[in-house]
């Protein structure tokens, strides 16, 4: 298995700034994933962090808006620009250790508020 | 969309007694996995079920799957307390990202 940190696990920003959300794993991983869950909802999938090149967006989501990063096989940021209110969402990544299939692990989630 | 359905939306029930939940989606998989979320948190892998598999057991979990309905079935026996959060269902059709239900909400009361 593979146990995910996220930092922070939670904010209050202002309608325009940006947060950067940090998500470490404690082992080397082939996939890790970003999604939002907006309240009461499912989970969307944003985009696919990949490790030495860019991520790979869902319809809907785009770069310039959600920028991600993954340096190395352990860690990737997610970055929320010119954030509103309906940016307001628990944002989670998660990680695909490969020895594990499909299986997915989950950080604890970043809990975002935006005013 | 690729997004599955579940149903109940919210499922209340008494504990010790066995919860069900089911899960149905649109397009063939390779695989269906159902995940456990405390309120507010991050969420748990269960059980994962390949699609040429038909039922599958954990502990006091039982998945069940029928590629022909497109559907799947949760069932926690002998339910507690603990067992009170919200169920989701995930597919993957081999792109190895997943698609996730819209989860279901069990309450169980002591």
């Known amino acids: 298995s593979a146990v995910i940190s996220q930092k922070p696990s939670r904010d209050i920003c202002q309608r325009g700034t940006s947060l950067t959300i940090q998500c470490q794993v404690d082992?080397?991983?082939?996939?890790m994933f970003w999604y939002r869950q907006q309240p009461g909802q499912s989970l969307t999938l944003i985009a696919t962090?990949?490790?030495?090149?860019?991520?790979?967006?869902e319809s809907g989501f785009v770069i310039d808006k959600f920028p991600i990063s993954r340096p190395n096989l352990t860690f990737s940021t997610l970055t929320v620009s010119n954030m509103s209110p309906e940016d307001s969402s628990i944002y989670l990544c998660s990680a695909q250790p490969r020895d594990r299939g499909y299986e997915q692990y989950f950080g604890p989630g970043t809990r975002l508020t935006v005013t | 969309s690729q997004q599955g359905e579940e149903d109940p939306q919210a499922l209340s029930i008494q504990e010790g007694e066995n919860a069900t939940m089911n899960c149905s989606y649109k397009t063939s998989i390779n695989n269906l996995q159902w995940y456990r979320q405390n309120s507010g948190r991050g969420l748990v892998h269960l059980i994962l079920i390949r699609s040429n598999e038909r039922e599958k057991h954990s502990g006091r979990l039982r998945v069940t799957l029928d590629t022909s309905k497109k559907s799947s079935s949760l069932l926690i026996t002998a339910s507690r307390a603990a067992d009170t959060a919200s169920y989701f269902c995930?597919?993957?059709?081999?792109?190895?990202?997943?698609?996730f239900g819209q989860g279901t909400r069990l309450t169980i009361n002591p």
């Open positions: 962090a990949n490790q030495g090149s860019e991520a790979t967006y």
């Open positions: 995930a597919t993957d059709w081999g792109a190895q990202k997943l698609v």
């Open positions: 082992s080397q991983v082939t996939m």
